[in-house]
């Protein structure tokens, strides 16, 4: 009783006079209720912990806005943010998030030229024993114009044609088709018109392009099943009138179609859009963490074309590479073909890997006007 009584009187005298709290509680051997309170774990809070982006354009920067919230009755210390993707920065290490309040921050993710899913996150640290949070961002890049497909293996809408056909898989697991449909629409709702698919008419499913007004919605079918293996191509390239889209491309996941690159490419293929014939037109593709990986020389696999290796420019990271393509006068049509990059890795050792290119060459303002009908666009495998 008497040990308790000193243990109240303790703390009756550190209310009025101010103490430290934590030493008492050694001295005493009794918590008062206001020292559990304060050795309680601070909490923070994302708002939201999940960003969404919906559609993203390529080669953009976007920045969108959260807030850690600071449940707690103590300052908390951010010691570190650290992104899952350098294309992800964020100004905020050793900010404070006061009492009882909340810290918004900015955040900015640099956009590739990739279309598809992507995802990147940021985790927070704090001082003080602070259990880590992270804030998580996804969406996706996608041109005005965007094709999607049904994926037979798991019922997901999705931005990629699946005709992958594995025959490891387990008895009864469902089989990706070599054959079917895809649907192509404009994001912004715009009517516009499919002008070829692969170079090719499209199969359109219930529309007639010389009848029927155009629409901001197509189904186009697809057949790969009668395509050999070297010429199955990794993507599928569609050729729209819309000013914003003149050309898009679907991956295509087939096994005949892995890209398996010996550089560290920041993405696999770059949309050129529309390249006029008998002119240059400057173009990039990044080096992901490179870290001292040098490019010599360009290549084209096609004859309708040249690139030429312009200049380079380096970061702690990566490195931005900067081309210039070449289109010959007689080109027409939609192209996509590989470009044989060879590079020099930091101990000099030299490696080459192929990079996909596509575009639709349209004739200088002089020049005669192209077939009606433009050709099939090269179709080599993939490296």
């Known amino acids: 009783m008497k040990k ?3 243990a109240r009187l303790v703390a009756g005298i550190c209310l009025l006079f101010g103490c430290d709290l934590d030493a008492t509680s050694e001295s005493t051997d009794i918590a008062s209720p206001q020292i559990a309170k304060y050795s309680q774990p601070t909490t ?8 969404n982006l919906g559609f993203i354009e390529p080669r953009s920067t976007i920045t969108r806005n959260f807030r850690l919230i600071n449940s707690s009755n103590q300052p ?4 570190s943010a650290t992104p899952t993707c350098t294309c992800t920065t964020i100004d905020a290490q050793g900010k404070i998030i006061p009492s009882g309040q909340s ?19 940021v985790t927070f640290t704090f001082a003080g024993g602070i259990a880590p949070v992270k804030v998580e961002m996804s969406g996706e890049i996608a041109y005005t114009i965007r094709g999607t497909t049904t994926d037979v293996t798991n019922g997901a809408m999705v931005p990629y044609i699946n005709a992958f056909q594995d025959p490891s898989a387990p008895s009864g697991t469902p089989t990706a088709p070599l054959s079917g449909t895809v649907t192509i629409s404009s994001i912004d709702r715009t009517p516009f ?20 007004a155009p629409r901001n919605t197509y189904l186009v079918s697809y057949d790969f099943s009668k395509i050999p293996c070297e010429r199955m191509p990794p993507y599928l390239i569609v050729e729209t009138d819309h000013p914003k889209a003149p050309v898009i491309d679907m991956r295509i996941r087939h096994a005949c179609t892995k ?4 550089l560290p490419f920041a993405e696999y293929r770059s949309n050129l859009g529309a390249v006029t014939t008998g002119s240059n037109q400057p173009f990039e593709f990044e080096l992901k963490n490179s870290r001292g990986w040098k490019v010599i020389s360009t290549t084209s696999k096609d004859p309708q074309f040249t690139v030429n290796l312009v200049g380079q420019r380096f970061d702690a990271d990566n490195a931005m590479i900067s081309l210039m393509i070449s289109v010959n006068p007689s080109a027409h049509g939609i192209i996509l073909a590989p470009v044989t990059m060879t590079a020099t890795d930091p101990n000099g050792v030299t490696r080459s890997s192929d990079f996909w290119v596509y575009f639709k060459a349209v004739p200088a303002a002089n020049a005669p006007p192209a077939a009606s009908a433009p050709p099939a666009p090269s179709q080599k495998a993939g490296s």
């Open 259 to 262: 890209i398996s690159p010996q």
């Open 193 to 212: 018109r499919i002008n070829s698919v692969m170079g090719q008419s499209p199969a359109f499913v219930n529309f007639n392009p010389q009848q029927d």
């Open 76 to 79: 908390v210390t951010i010691v």
């Open 103 to 121: 810290l918004e921050l900015p955040i900015t993710m640099k956009v590739a030229a990739s279309t598809g899913i992507k995802t990147a996150a």
């Open 44 to 51: 923070v809070i994302v708002d939201p912990p999940l960003i």
């Open 4 to 6: 308790q009584y000193l």
